[in-house]
């Protein structure tokens, strides 16, 4: 078993973790449970990326890091407004 | 130089782990606001720096510095968006 893969399989309850939080409690709790559960998947992704050394699944990993963005900037908003 | 990416994972997942045991001990949202911040430069540097000693210069060693820089520039951005939300929501209540 690999370094990459062990550091995968450690991160992993952190990202149980983010979204169990993210599922629980008030809406801005959830928001900012929701920012830190996308930051480790990235992380995770990239770890996992070298652990199966598939390089094209790197891509992934940079999809969730530009979407996650706009999308949290959306429910920033409606936090903001209507929640 | 597998002994340096073996340490450089372990302490990402020290860090990350820190940050998680930070997340849900800290009682405010914008506290808890640093903390993403935390593992996005802290974690994200160290699986960045694994990266490079693992595979060199390679297209996926760029695509892991720009992931890392991404993730720092937007959460920064994010982490205002966030708290300006947060903010003017619990100024409305008061």
């Known amino acids: 078993m690999s370094a990459w893969l062990i550091a995968a399989l450690a991160l992993l309850p952190a990202l149980i973790v983010g979204v169990v939080s993210a599922a629980r409690g008030a809406a801005a709790r959830r928001l900012v449970a929701i920012q830190f559960a996308t930051s480790i998947a990235v992380l995770l992704l990239v770890v996992l990326d070298f652990a199966f050394d598939q390089p094209s699944s790197m891509d992934l990993a940079l999809t969730l890091a530009l979407l996650s963005l706009p999308g949290t900037l959306v429910l920033a908003l409606f936090q903001e407004r209507w929640l | ?94």
């Open chain 2, 1 to 94: 130089m597998n002994l340096a990416i073996d340490a450089l994972l372990a302490f990402a997942v020290l860090m990350t782990w820190i940050g998680v045991l930070a997340f849900l001990r800290l009682r405010t949202n914008f506290e808890r606001l640093h903390v993403i911040t935390f593992v996005n430069i802290v974690a994200g540097a160290a699986i960045t720096a694994a990266a490079v000693l693992h595979d060199g210069s390679s297209g996926r060693t760029f695509k892991c510095i720009f992931i890392w820089l991404v993730i720092a520039t937007a959460g920064a951005l994010l982490s205002h968006a966030t708290s300006r939300a947060l903010h003017l929501r619990e100024g409305e209540r008061r």
